[in-house]
């Protein structure tokens, strides 16, 4: 009797320890899932075109970047992008799928996604200002204290039900324990970027966001908190700035969105009395 309770036991314990046969979110078959991601299989895990080491430090591309080479371009309003991954047909689809179709069972998988895109930033950024010295003036490492998202227009809002990169940015700012601030607002509506060629984007995008009414008072309020916490043992605050923003979207292609946003968000500098500086995350780079 004790040796088949034991037998029950041990199979009990084995049907619990083994992988949970369940419909994948990307492909729709029947398979193991992967602990990795949420909701697809290993062989869809297998295919994800990551962005491990980017090409071009600047925009985060994978492969080589002719934007970024352009006369001018280093004027842009943000310091750089990462991205997740490489916008192929198979990452297409799954935009699709969240963004077009509605089907919200993406968010916590792109999120995820993400997630580690930003642990990529975080690591390069504090090479990067480790490898500047000024680590060892300030004693603080590289962190962002607020998270934004572009905006949609109305029209778009109404259409899709749901503004797709701030439900990713609220998802990533709580994962990173960094507060959401809804900072930008759409002020006209736009025809679709992907339909347009890079003169036309940096045309489209000309006095298209505006600053959220309260925004700039939360990020003084955040810097404010900032401050309070970072004192040295003689009392004097030692946080200086510059204050940080990780603007997120879900696509990033020529940066123009991303640069006409990052614009207005830097005229929060006047008002805070310190050094703004805009990251911007995305979940693909085309």
């Not at 080589?64 to 198979?90: E, K």
């Not at 504090?126 to 949609?152: E, F, Y």
């Not at 006209?188 to 489209?204: E, P, V, Y």
Request: glycine share 6%.
């Amino acid at each position: 009797m004790i040796s088949n309770a034991f037998s029950h036991l041990i199979g009990h314990m084995h049907r619990l320890l083994k992988p949970i046969d369940e419909i994948c979110l990307a492909c729709g078959k029947t398979g193991s899932f992967t602990r990795e991601l949420p909701g697809i299989c290993r062989a869809c895990y297998r295919n994800i075109p990551w962005i491990m080491k980017p090409k071009c430090w600047r925009c985060g591309r994978g492969i080589g970047c002719p934007d970024c080479t352009r006369l001018g371009m280093n004027d842009r309003s943000f310091v750089l992008n990462r991205s997740a991954v490489t916008y192929d047909t198979q990452m297409r689809e799954w935009l699709a799928q969240y963004k077009y179709r509605g089907n919200e069972r993406y968010a916590p998988l792109l999120i995820e996604m993400m997630l580690r895109a930003y642990a990529m930033l975080h690591r390069e950024a504090n090479i990067h200002l480790g490898n500047k010295g000024s680590r060892k003036s300030s004693n603080m490492p590289w962190n962002v204290h607020a998270v934004t998202s572009v905006p949609v227009s109305e029209e778009r809002l109404q259409e899709r039900g749901f503004n797709q990169a701030e439900v990713l940015a609220q998802g990533l700012a709580l994962r990173i324990k960094v507060p959401y601030v809804r900072m930008l607002e759409r002020r006209r509506h736009t025809d679709k970027q992907s339909f347009k060629n890079r003169m036309d984007r940096l045309k489209a995008m000309e006095g298209v966001f505006g600053a959220f009414q309260n925004g700039p008072d939360m990020l003084l309020s955040i810097s404010s908190q900032a401050a309070e916490h970072t004192h040295s043992e003689e009392g004097a605050s030692l946080f200086k700035g510059p204050f940080r923003i990780l603007l997120i979207d879900d696509i990033y292609t020529t940066g123009s969105t991303i640069n006409a946003c990052a614009q207005v968000l830097r005229r929060c500098e006047s008002l805070m009395k310190m050094p703004v500086e805009i990251y911007s995350l995305t979940w693909a780079r085309s």
